[in-house]
């Protein structure tokens, strides 16, 4: 990871805070390729590290209400990036362990997402994609994505196993990457909107 501290304009964290778009879109575009070469270097997989960053821009957004707008965003990212990543890296390990079934395993050789399509034209086919997803699937994906609440949360919630949870996210992000091909900072836009 690059060592050299990035500085971020308070005025830009207002502007997150206050819930503009835009304000994501740069701070994604200043500290989204550190965070997501943090990502690669620890995973050592490109695909995990762009749903890893995904998922850190996601939390970051979700919580931006309680975020100091002057305090070290940077710092902040990657707190949350290690975090996420040691989770991740964790229940990665406990699915080796767990002997996974061939369906499982072939939900980890997901395609890569593919740069550069219109946002408007991405979030509607996002949305025509939800609808081939079956009712548990979607319920789960928009419960993970979309609402932010965690595998157990969502388990809790629907009375089903956490490892039933991430075989529907893993299933839905598959299905989501094939049907869409398009570049992690449209998905992350994507979620903004619901």
């Not at 701070?27 to 998922?55: F, H, M, Q, S």
């Not at 767990?98 to 395993?105: G, V, W, Y």
């Not at 609808?131 to 699937?137: T, V």
Request: glycine share 4%; net charge positive; aromatic share 6%.
């Amino acid at each position: 990871m690059d060592s050299s501290v990035i500085q971020i304009p308070p005025a830009l964290m207002h502007r997150f805070k206050k819930g503009q778009e835009e304000a994501l879109r740069e701070l994604l575009g200043i500290l989204g390729p550190k965070v997501l070469g943090y990502c690669k270097k620890k995973t050592g997989n490109d695909e995990d590290a762009e749903e890893l960053l995904l998922d850190i821009f996601l939390k970051l957004w979700h919580f931006r209400d309680r975020l100091d707008p002057d305090a070290n965003a940077e710092a902040l990212l990657f707190t949350i990036a290690r975090n996420h990543i040691i989770n991740f890296m964790r229940n990665k390990a406990l699915r080796r362990l767990s002997a996974l079934a061939p369906e499982e395993a072939a939900l980890q050789q997901e395609d890569s997402i593919v740069r550069k399509l219109d946002y408007n034209e991405l979030y509607r086919q996002y949305q025509q994609v939800l609808g081939k997803l079956g009712d548990k699937q979607r319920t789960v994906f928009r419960l993970s994505r979309e609402e932010g609440l965690s595998h157990r949360e969502i388990a809790d919630k629907l009375g089903i196993s956490v490892r039933t949870v991430e075989a529907h996210i893993h299933s839905s992000l598959k299905v989501i990457r094939t049907e869409l091909k398009d570049s992690y900072v449209l998905l992350v836009l994507l979620f903004l909107h619901q």
